[in-house]
C-alpha cells in the first residue's frame, strides 16, 4: 500500500482546509485508515481514523467538533476536512493504513503499517 497526503498549505486562525490522502492497492476499502500529526517538538498524535466500511470514526479530543474524516473507497480516498483551526493545529499531518481489518478505530502509531509522506499544515494566528 502507498499513500499519497495532500492538501495542505496556509490557512488563517478560523479558516478551513480539507487533506485527500490517495492509496494504493487492491485491499484499500478493507483498511482501517487514519490520519495523524506532529507539530513542531511534539510526538505525533492521533487526529482521526475511520473503518473500511465508514461505519466506525473516532476523533482526537483535540479536533473533535472540528475536524470530519470521511473516505471513498470508489476512488481509494480518505479525506480531512479541518474547518475552525487554530494555531495549534499547525503541523505536519500524515496519513495511515492498517491492512488487517477492523472494527475499531486504533489511535495508537504502532497498529499502522503503511504511512504517506506527509503534508504541511500552518495557522496563521
Known amino acids: 500500500v502507498q499513500l499519497q497526503a495532500s492538501g495542505g498549505g496556509l490557512a488563517q486562525t478560523g479558516g478551513s482546509l480539507r487533506l485527500s490522502c490517495a492509496a494504493s492497492?487492491?485491499?484499500?476499502?478493507?483498511?482501517?485508515m487514519a490520519w495523524f500529526r506532529q507539530g513542531p517538538g511534539k510526538e505525533r498524535e492521533f487526529v482521526a481514523g475511520v473503518t473500511g466500511s465508514g461505519s466506525t470514526l473516532n476523533y482526537g479530543d483535540s479536533v473533535k467538533g472540528r475536524f470530519t474524516i470521511s473516505r471513498d473507497n470508489a476512488k481509494n480516498t480518505v479525506y480531512l476536512q479541518m474547518n475552525n483551526l487554530k494555531f495549534e493545529d499547525t503541523a505536519v499531518y500524515y496519513c495511515?493504513?492498517?491492512?488487517?481489518?477492523?472494527?475499531?478505530?486504533?489511535?495508537?502509531?504502532?497498529?499502522?503499517?503503511?504511512w504517506g509522506q506527509g503534508t504541511q499544515v500552518t495557522v496563521s494566528s
Open positions: 492497492g487492491r485491499t484499500f476499502s478493507n483498511s482501517l
Open positions: 495511515a493504513a492498517r491492512s488487517t481489518p477492523s472494527r475499531v478505530v486504533f489511535t495508537g502509531r504502532h497498529y499502522y503499517q503503511y
